[in-house]
C-alpha cells in the first residue's frame, strides 16, 4: 500500500484512485516506474491534495522520474510517497516518510548545486 505525508499538516493518508478516465471504485494505488498509478487508469497526475489542509502538492516516489527543474521554478511543495505493507504502525510508515524525504532533499540539493555551478560558470564565460 503507498502512503503519502503532508508537507504542510504532516498528515499520512495512503493512496488511492476512485477514477480519472472514468469513475471506479477506490482501489489501492501501485507503485511504477513513472511513479503512482492505478491498476485501472493507469499512471496517474504526481499531484495530491491533503484532506486535511487542502494544499496541492506534487508526489515524490523515490526511484521515480521526478522533473526537480519544474519544482524548483514552481516552487511547488512536495509530498514524499512511500510502500509499507497495508496496517503498518504511524511510526512505521513516518519513518519511512522520513528516509523519502531525505532522499528527496539530496536529489533536490544536488540539483540545484549543479544548476548554481552551471549557471556560474556560464555568466564567466
Same mark, same amino acid.
Given at each position: 500500500?503507498?502512503?503519502?505525508?503532508?508537507?504542510?499538516? %504532516?498528515?499520512? =493518508?495512503?493512496? /488511492?484512485?476512485?477514477?480519472?478516465?472514468?469513475?471506479?471504485?477506490?482501489?489501492?494505488?501501485?507503485?511504477?516506474?513513472?511513479?503512482? *498509478?492505478?491498476? =485501472?487508469? *493507469?499512471?496517474?497526475?504526481?499531484?495530491?491534495?491533503?484532506?486535511?489542509?487542502?494544499?496541492? %502538492? /506534487?508526489?515524490?516516489?523515490?526511484?521515480? %522520474?521526478?522533473?526537480?527543474?519544474? =519544482?524548483?521554478?514552481?516552487?511547488? /511543495?512536495?509530498?514524499?510517497? =512511500?510502500?509499507?505493507?497495508? @496496517?503498518? #504502525?504511524?511510526?512505521?510508515?513516518?519513518?519511512?516518510?522520513? %528516509?523519502?524525504?531525505? #532522499?528527496?532533499?539530496?536529489?533536490?540539493? #544536488?540539483?540545484?548545486?549543479?544548476?548554481?555551478?552551471?549557471?556560474?560558470?556560464? @555568466?564567466?564565460?
Amino acid at each position: 500500500m503507498l502512503y503519502a505525508g503532508c508537507s504542510v499538516c %504532516q498528515q499520512v =493518508v495512503p493512496l /488511492r484512485c476512485c477514477g480519472l478516465m472514468f469513475p471506479h471504485f477506490p482501489l489501492d494505488a501501485i507503485q511504477t516506474p513513472f511513479g503512482v *498509478g492505478c491498476m =485501472v487508469c *493507469g499512471v496517474a497526475p504526481p499531484v495530491f491534495t491533503c484532506m486535511t489542509c487542502f494544499t496541492l %502538492q /506534487r508526489l515524490y516516489v523515490p526511484g521515480a %522520474q521526478f522533473p526537480i527543474a519544474a =519544482v524548483q521554478a514552481q516552487s511547488q /511543495r512536495v509530498a514524499p510517497v =512511500v510502500q509499507a505493507p497495508a @496496517g503498518a #504502525s504511524d511510526s512505521t510508515v513516518k519513518t519511512l516518510l522520513a %528516509q523519502s524525504a531525505k #532522499s528527496f532533499a539530496t536529489e533536490f540539493g #544536488s540539483a540545484a548545486a549543479k544548476g548554481l555551478v552551471n549557471a556560474f560558470l556560464a @555568466g564567466g564565460s
